[in-house]
C-alpha cells in the first residue's frame, strides 16, 4: 500500500453495534482500504485508505450501499 490518507465521514441512521460491524465489513471489503471504524456514539465513520487504489467517493458509495447517510465531516 502507498501514502495513506485518513477522512472522517459523518454517518447517518446508525443506532447500534450491529449498524457499526455493517459498516466496517463493507467498507473494509473495498481494495485499498487500510482501516475502518464506525463510531455508532458519534456518528462517524474513519476510514484510512490508499487514495491511489480508492476515492473517497468510493467510500461513502459503501457506506449508502449499507443503508446509511454518509459525508465527509466537516
Known sequence: MGESAQVSIATTGMHCHSCSMLIEMN?????GVASVHADVATGTTEVTFDPAVVDVETVLGAIRASGYGAEVAA
Open 27 to 31: 467498507v473494509s471489503e473495498l481494495v
